[in-house]
């Protein structure tokens, strides 16, 4: 139904830079929100910023000041500009989207679904 697709993971040395990118298709009227979270190793699943309709944009306190998300609402498309990378960054990052309606019935009846990336790895390592 709804397919999210992420781009520009890699490996990076410790202040660089990567830029990730995301892309929703699929049968998709409105998505509320689109973000990126991310997976470290021995670790849960966690935010690390979100924009919603309004793109109005939330972070975790530590990628604030380091990392800007930004998000195209007529191409349900999600970026994530993440600058002076740190080691404790490297995890797999997921694009998610959260509260997609399929199409004007489903906004009216309130049904949505959320949908995550498969994940793309990022390593900041010297």
């Known amino acids: 139904q709804v397919q999210l697709v992420e781009s520009g993971g890699g490996l990076v040395q410790p202040g660089g830079s990567l830029r990730l990118s995301c892309a929703a298709s699929?049968?998709?009227?409105?998505?509320?929100?689109m973000g990126w979270y991310r997976q470290a190793p021995g670790k849960q699943r966690e935010l690390v910023a979100v924009?919603?309709?309004?793109?109005?944009?939330k972070y975790a306190e530590s990628v604030k000041g380091r990392f800007a998300i930004s998000r195209d609402i007529a191409k349900n498309t999600v970026d994530l500009q993440m600058d002076s990378l740190k080691p404790e960054d490297t995890a797999v990052y997921y694009c998610?989207?959260?509260?997609?309606?399929?199409?004007?019935?489903?906004?009216?009846?309130?049904?949505?679904?959320?949908?995550w990336g498969q994940g793309t790895l990022v390593t900041v390592s010297s």
């Open positions: 998610n989207a959260g509260r997609v309606f399929l199409d004007y019935s489903d906004y009216e009846s309130h049904r949505s679904l959320d949908a």
């Open positions: 699929g049968n998709i009227f409105s998505i509320n929100t």
């Open positions: 924009v919603d309709f309004n793109s109005r944009p």
